[in-house]
C-alpha cells in the first residue's frame, strides 16, 4: 500500500490526497515529524531529502514535490484521468498548478501566519491583510479566466 508523508496544514498534501482519492488508490496517510531541516529522519528523510510533505512511498519508489508526485499518479493510474488528452490543454492546467503552488499558496501561507500564529498586530496586520486581500482578489480574477464558462479547469470534467 502506498504511503504518503503529510502534514494537516499542507495545501500541497491536500491535492495529492484529492488526486489518490479520485482515482480510488488506498493510501496510508502518516503524519511526518520533524519536518524541516535538523529534526526528521527515517524513511519520511530517505523519500524527502528537504524534510518537507509531501512524501509519497510506493514500494521501492519514493518521491518528493507535490507536483512530480501528481504526475507519477496520473502516469501510473491514468484512469480515471485526472489531465486532459492534449498537450495544449495539459500544459495550460500545469500553469495554473503552478501559479497556484508559488503564488497563491504563498499569499495564504501569509495571512495564516498573520491570523493563526499572530506574527503582525495593529496598523501592520491591518496593512498585511488589505495587500493579501488584493493579491487574492487579483488570483481570483485570473482564475476564473482561466475557468471561463467550463465547470471545471479540466473542461468537462474533474481534474
Known amino acids: 500500500m502506498l504511503k504518503l508523508y503529510e502534514h494537516p496544514l499542507s495545501s500541497y498534501v491536500q491535492k495529492v490526497k484529492i488526486a489518490l482519492r479520485e482515482k480510488n488508490i488506498p493510501f496510508e496517510a502518516v503524519r511526518a515529524t520533524g519536518v524541516g531541516p535538523g529534526g526528521a529522519s527515517g524513511e519520511f528523510v530517505a523519500a524527502n531529502p528537504r524534510a518537507e510533505v509531501p512524501a509519497l512511498i510506493d514500494g521501492a519508489t519514493m518521491l518528493f514535490d507535490s507536483t512530480i508526485i501528481l504526475e507519477y499518479i496520473e502516469e501510473k493510474w491514468p ?70 464558462s467550463a465547470d471545471w479547469f479540466n473542461g468537462t470534467g474533474f481534474g
Open 79 to 148: 484512469a480515471p484521468a485526472l489531465l486532459p488528452a492534449g498537450p495544449a490543454e495539459r500544459a495550460r492546467l500545469r500553469m495554473i498548478e503552478e501559479v497556484c503552488d508559488t503564488h497563491y499558496e504563498a499569499i495564504n501561507w501569509g495571512l495564516g501566519e498573520i491570523n493563526r500564529f499572530g506574527r503582525a498586530e495593529g496598523a501592520l496586520k491591518d496593512a498585511l491583510v488589505a495587500k493579501a486581500k488584493g493579491q487574492i482578489a487579483g488570483m481570483q480574477n485570473w482564475l476564473a479566466r482561466q475557468l471561463g
